[in-house]
């Protein structure tokens, strides 16, 4: 089956700019969480969600960042006046509500000029 | 506090020799996960193998082998007959029931030398 994809794979933003990066997870995964792995560093949460809700945003690192799951399905994180120090990888991965293991995405590589 | 700690930054070995990757995590929740996550150049994380808390046995993977000690707060990860195919970051991970949100050390990359 197909795992997690995430668009574009890669993003290059002047600073100031808005920016949208989308996560599909597995199907039929109810959780979908969004992390940030800045260069040489392992991940760190962002947010999480089960279907539509948002559980847990306590990850963002400012009120510019901006995740969504309207349908349950799709994720959308958004960043908005991107700073050079928002440039990381993002990555997004998904579980099943039965297990404890998340799957990730190729995650989306952001550089901000 | 709630860490994970993987004190080697860089490790080097020639094929075929063995290798050990260490993880230290601190948590006061007596029901936790501990994983094992490799990260190759193209990015992608790739599980590897989970734990519960409370099954502390060891387990083999044809040349992989983990060493989970509650004791020590440890669990290690072990390379035999290491392949250049081996070479990547590898992340030791923790997390809890409710969220399951993880928090991840910050890698050990690991190369192997033909």
């Known amino acids: 089956g197909a795992g997690v994809s995430q668009s574009p794979r890669y993003k290059v933003a002047k600073r100031g700019q808005d920016v949208a990066l989308r996560c599909d997870p597995i199907?039929?995964?109810?959780?979908l969480f969004w992390y940030q792995q800045a260069l040489g560093q392992g991940p760190e949460f962002l947010t999480y969600?089960?279907?539509?809700?948002?559980?847990?945003k306590s990850g963002l690192p400012s009120d510019r960042f901006f995740a969504e799951r309207p349908e349950g399905s799709v994720s959308t994180l958004k960043i908005q006046r991107t700073q050079q120090e928002d440039s990381a990888v993002y990555l997004c991965?998904?579980?099943?509500?039965?297990?404890?293991?998340?799957?990730f995405g190729p995650g989306t590589r952001l550089l901000v000029l | 506090a709630q860490k994970v700690t993987q004190a080697q930054t860089e490790i080097s070995v020639v094929e075929k020799e063995d290798v050990t990757l260490d993880c230290v995590y601190e948590?006061?929740?007596?029901?936790?996960?501990l994983f094992w996550y490799k990260q190759p150049p193209s990015g992608e994380l790739v599980f590897l193998i989970r734990?519960?808390?409370?099954?502390?046995q060891n387990e083999i993977s044809g040349r992989y082998s983990w060493n989970f000690q509650k004791s020590t707060s440890s669990f290690n990860f072990t390379i035999t007959a290491s392949q250049v195919v081996d070479s990547a970051v590898y992340f030791c991970?923790?997390?809890?029931?409710?969220?399951?949100?993880?928090?991840f050390g910050t890698g050990t990359r690991l190369k192997v030398l033909a």
């Open positions: 991965a998904s579980r099943d509500v039965t297990q404890e293991t998340q799957y």
């Open positions: 199907s039929g995964h109810v959780s």
């Open positions: 969600f089960q279907n539509e809700a948002q559980l847990d």
């Open positions: 948590t006061r929740d007596t029901t936790y996960y």
């Open positions: 734990r519960n808390s409370f099954d502390e």
């Open positions: 991970a923790l997390s809890f029931s409710g969220t399951y949100k993880y928090i």
